[in-house]
Every structure is written in C-alpha cells, then in structure tokens.
C-alpha cells in the first residue's frame, strides 16, 4: 500500500493499535483497540462523506454527532461490513484524558494488519478533510481507502455459506473461532465441529471426490437402482453421435467435473449443437460426458446427517413481461436489480438464450405482454440467472424425499444436495419417473439452514465446562485430586497452570512461560478437551477470553493487590458460579453486583468436589461406579 504524504497539520493522530483476540459479554467476538489523540473534535459535514463514499459505499448511514472520532468509528464498522468482515457488535468509543480517546471495535482473526490499514487510512482522510486539502489529495486518501478494503476482503468469510454460519452462531450463542483461511471452528473442545463453506471436518474426502465427478456419481447411483439418465464420458463428437443413434435426441452435454453450470448445454437436437457444445465444454475441462435430456422441474433436496430439511424448486432464468420494455431492457433491468437474492447470478445472452427467444417466436427487440413469461436458460442455475423457490417438506412425496436421502447416504456425505428432475415433487418418483441429477457434496443452502443445521450439532450450544480458579497454597492438592477423578470417569480436562498446558495427564506444551489466554486458545481448539480448567493471570483481562461464560470461579487465596482485585471483578461479571474465601468486609469493591457462594475455610477436597460437581452434571454418562 502506498505511504501518504505527510500532512503538515493533523487533528487526530493514531497512537496505539492493538488486538484483542479473545471476547467477552460487551464484545462477543474478537476486536481491536485504537487510542486517538484529536486536537479537533468538529464533525466533517454529512454531504460532504457522502459525497466522498457514493461509489465505495453508497449505503453510508452516518450518525447524528457532532464529533469526529464517532464518525470515524462509524465509517470504520460500515467499511469493514462492506469488505465482508463480521460486524456483531458496534464500536464503544470512551474518552480518557487530554484529547484522547479509547476506541475498540470488531476485528476479524487474522486481518488486524488490514483492519489496522483501514483505520489508518480512515484518519488519514480526515485530516486532510481537516485543512481542506486538494482535490487529488483526497482522491488519493479514497484510493488507501479501496486498497485496504480489498485488503481485507481477502481475509473476510468467502462465499454465500459461510457469513450466515457466522451469523446464526453468534445469534444462537455458540462460540465461532477462525483457523486459517475459510475453514472456521464452531463450538470448543470435544463438542465443536469445524468448516468450509459446508464441508465439515466429517465430511469424507473420498465422497466429496466421487461427487465432484458427475460420471463416476450417476454410474455408482445406477448401481444401487436409483433413477439416473443414461450417460457415456466421450472423447469427441463421434463419441457422442455414437451415443445418439443408440439412445436419440434430445441430449445434455457437460464436463463431467465442473460445478456451477460451467460449459453444460441442454436439450440439443442436432449434430451441429453436439459438436458446439462439445467444443465449449472442453474449454472448461478434458473430462466430457453426454447423456439423456430428462424432462421435469428442478428440485434441490438439502440433506443433513441422513435427512432432508428443505426442499427448494428451482427455474430456470426468466423474466416477466410489464407490456411496455423490450425483452433485452427487461433483462438488463433483472441483472441491475440489487435486490436479488445473494449468489445469483446475472442473465447472460448466449446461443442457448438466443435459440429460446426463438423458439418462443420472439427476438431481444420484442416487448413481452404484461406477464408474459419468456424462458430464457434450460438449465436451473441460480448462479446462470435461475430463481429459487422453497417447498414445504409436508408437500414433497415421501418417496421423493427418501429418494434423495438414500442417493446421499451412498455417496456416504453427512451435508449434501440433491438435484432432482420429477414432473410433480408431490408425486413418488415411483410413478411419474424422475433423475437424479446431481448430488452437491457442497451445496449452497441459504441464509436460514445454518439455524436448522446447527440445532442438530449444538444442543448444549457446542459449550464445554469451564472453571477458572485463582491458585492459592493449597491448589496443587484439589488440583491433583479433579485431574485424577476426570481420567477415571473418562473426562478430558484442558488444564492451564504454571505456564503450560496439560490435557489428561499429559503437558502438550513445552514453552513454561504461556499465558492463560495462550493456553485457553490452544486448548479450546482441540477436539480432545471435554472442559477447561484455567489458572487466572491478567491475560484474560487485557486480550480477552476464549470463551464468554465461566461456569465456575474458585478463589482459594487472599486479594492484595489491586491488579487482582480488578481481574476478579472482570471474571466474577462473566461466571455463573462463585465459591471464594474473601474478606469482603476487608474489600468493599468486591461486595457490588452478583454474590458470591458462602465464604468458606479452604478446604482442596471441597474444592476438588465443586469441580466435579460441573463436570458430572455435564457428562453424567461418563460417572463410574465408586
């Protein structure tokens, strides 16, 4: 990114950029903190950010303030949702002293150097807002501004799946971390499940390759007796017409491993259209094959873990005559339409549109009837211009719905769609015939199947048993005492003491100088750990927690210094159960908000007992016989 010129006067200067990697009640996923020192703390004009933003963020809705830095935390939020980033909460701005102001707001994992880019470039911008500066200077600012969005665009959730996964556990309460890249984990320890897009860590590669390979996927599902067209991988248009004078018109031609409707040509009816859509085809791979054109509506059935739970009809792009425009404006005013559903594709004129138009005895200068509809693809991508539409489950023939569930259970998918070609979805394919299409090893499924999804994988929310506990003299012993029961009933525990981190009775962690935040995000993060049991040090303050809810606090030692005092009263507001030995009469700070357990003598075996108390009420399958 290109350095900016220095700005001979500023009114805001960015002091200090920092990550905070953890959460908490206020900020439930990670953030940043910015501290900004602004000499001129007057608002730059509404019309004027408008103005600026009409291109890179024609939604800008600025506040109603009259101070700077708000206005700069505001853009900050707006730019970052714009470059896809999750936004779960607002930025909190506080003042502290002498001008300055403590400013933290959602960060993603993994992109603070481009969040930390944007913000600089946002301060850079109004600076030079401030001493009205020229008109290329500004233009330069805007262009630092595109830069570090596109910067952190590439770090942002990709494609349609993954942002609603995001926001639906956020929604439902379950703990999301990034790993790298697109793959997020969704739940801690032994209860989290880990994807991207929608394959899960479950999902077995050797299914996901057969179900990339349409040929391999039609001729296994033949196998098993499931309705499939007739279908032949070819070398050439010889292939091919071999394949006709055997079965006849009309055929499908696609590459047999390509997703997304790419180089597939529908319903052709002549050698000249084979050998055109043969030569298409192999421009987006060498693996051809041709098979029979299947009559019927497209319905994609979503399977999950062996049921379906959403049946969606989809058709092929078209567009609704209003009796005045011609078809072609009625197609570009479909494609400007920034209402269409997200994933959908714009309707792109080619020789298979053309043949339709014609076919339905029209041209692109005709002008539809008011609610005529002219077809204008064969093939049912959303991703080509195609619509969706949801069916209820109750209105889908049985037959049909085992149908798709058993072509899923042989690809042996846990997630996975079914693309079905059936005259009516209300009646069993049994009668009326149907074709198995496709069967989508990562399908697109829409904004509101994570929640259905997630029901089934996250009962207890994908949460396990955290303890956290401040060590005293006398923690070795209750220590050693729940560390030996947990192997006996079978429990993981994730322990974070002395620096390291232990699983079961094993360090996993060679470095003796860990902090607790360190600690917990390794151990949250391993599919191993059935709890979390974390020695308090001032990191789970300062970069956040790994997790929003404590399930017990143990303070088995005397507070004397005033750092302690403070880590208590931030863990205490995020524990649902205290069991301390305080003084309160001795600290009157401590004695607001929720109260403590009894104070009590302390006493390991108590302590050890409490613990396990946690953890049997979490896995009461995994108690033994004493």
């Given at each position: ?105 959602p960060c993603l994992p993994g992109a603070h150097q481009a969040s930390a880019h944007l913000l600089v470039a946002i301060v850079q911008l109004f600076n030079l807002l401030k001493v009205d500066a020229e008109l290329e200077q500004r233009q330069d600012a805007m262009k630092r501004i595109q830069q570090a969005v596109q910067a ?79 279908s032949k991988l070819v070398g050439s248009v010889e292939d091919a017409m071999q394949f006709v004078q055997q079965h006849g018109y009309p055929v499908v031609v696609k590459p047999c491993d390509r997703d997304r409707g790419l180089g597939v040509a529908c319903k052709l009816e002549s050698p000249e259209e084979i050998a055109a ?130 072509a899923v259970a042989t690809l042996k998918l846990d997630l996975a769609a079914v693309d079905l070609l059936i005259p009516d979805i209300r009646q069993s394919w049994l009668d009326s015939g149907a074709a198995i299409c496709e069967v989508n090893s990562k399908p697109q499924f829409g904004a509101d199947a994570p929640a259905k ?174």
């Amino acid at each position: 990114m290109d350095s900016p010129a220095p700005i001979q006067s500023q009114s805001i200067h960015l002091q200090e950029f920092r990550v905070i990697g953890g959460v908490t009640k206020v900020f439930p996923q990670p953030t940043a903190s910015a501290i900004l020192l602004v000499s001129d703390d007057q608002a730059i004009a509404e019309n004027v950010l408008q103005d600026l933003f009409k291109g890179l963020l024609p939604s800008l809705r600025m506040i109603q303030t009259a101070k700077l830095v708000e206005q700069i935390g505001s853009l900050n939020v707006q730019l970052s949702a714009r470059a896809g980033a999750p936004q779960f909460c607002d930025s909190k701005i506080a003042p502290l002293a002498n001008g300055t102001y403590k400013m933290i707001f959602p960060c993603l994992p993994g992109a603070h150097q481009a969040s930390a880019h944007l913000l600089v470039a946002i301060v850079q911008l109004f600076n030079l807002l401030k001493v009205d500066a020229e008109l290329e200077q500004r233009q330069d600012a805007m262009k630092r501004i595109q830069q570090a969005v596109q910067a952190l665009l590439a770090e942002a959730p990709r494609g349609i799946n993954t942002m609603p996964m995001l926001q639906t556990a956020h929604k439902m309460g379950i703990p999301w971390y990034r790993l790298i890249g697109n793959i997020y984990q969704f739940g801690q320890g032994r209860r989290s499940y880990r994807f991207d897009s929608s394959i899960s860590d479950v999902t077995p590669h050797l299914s996901v390759q057969l179900a990339q390979n349409k040929f391999l996927t039609s001729t296994l599902l033949r196998q098993q007796g499931l309705p499939v067209a007739q279908s032949k991988l070819v070398g050439s248009v010889e292939d091919a017409m071999q394949f006709v004078q055997q079965h006849g018109y009309p055929v499908v031609v696609k590459p047999c491993d390509r997703d997304r409707g790419l180089g597939v040509a529908c319903k052709l009816e002549s050698p000249e259209e084979i050998a055109a859509a043969f030569e298409a085809a192999r421009k987006h791979s060498p693996h051809i094959m041709i098979e029979t054109y299947v009559r019927g509506e497209d319905h994609r059935i979503h399977v999950f873990n062996g049921k379906a739970y959403r049946v969606r009809h989809r058709v092929p792009a078209q567009v609704v005559g209003d009796g005045k425009s011609k078809l072609e404006q009625l197609i570009a005013q479909n494609n400007a339409n920034a209402n269409r559903t997200a994933g959908t594709g714009v309707i792109h004129v080619d020789d298979e549109s053309l043949k339709l138009i014609s076919q339905q005895k029209m041209t692109l200068q005709s002008i539809p009837s008011k609610g005529q509809i002219v077809k204008l693809k064969v093939i049912a991508n959303v991703s080509a211009g195609g619509t969706s539409y949801e069916v209820p489950l109750d209105e889908v023939h049985p037959d049909n719905i085992y149908l798709a569930e058993r072509a899923v259970a042989t690809l042996k998918l846990d997630l996975a769609a079914v693309d079905l070609l059936i005259p009516d979805i209300r009646q069993s394919w049994l009668d009326s015939g149907a074709a198995i299409c496709e069967v989508n090893s990562k399908p697109q499924f829409g904004a509101d199947a994570p929640a259905k999804i997630f029901a089934q994988l996250f009962p207890q929310r994908g949460k396990i048993p955290v303890i956290v506990f401040f060590a005293g003299t006398n923690s070795h012993e209750w220590l050693g005492a729940v560390q030996h029961q947990a192997i006996q009933r079978g429990i993981n525990l994730g322990i974070a003491h002395h620096g390291a981190a232990w699983i079961g009775s094993r360090r996993v962690t060679q470095d003796g100088q860990l902090s607790a935040f360190q600690i917990a995000e390794i151990l949250v993060k391993d599919t191993q750990v059935d709890a979390l049991l974390i020695a308090a040090d001032p990191s789970l303050m300062h970069n956040g927690m790994s997790f929003q809810e404590i399930d017990l606090l143990l303070v088995d030692r005397d507070l004397k210094e005033q750092a302690e005092i403070d880590l208590t009263l931030f863990l205490r507001s995020h524990c649902k159960l205290l069991l301390d030995n305080l003084d309160y009469a001795n600290l009157p700070k401590l004695s607001a908000g929720p109260q403590s357990g009894t104070a009590f003598e302390v006493i390991p075996s108590m302590l050890a007992e409490e613990v396990m108390n946690i953890l049997d009420e979490q896995y009461p399958a995994a108690k033994v016989s004493k």
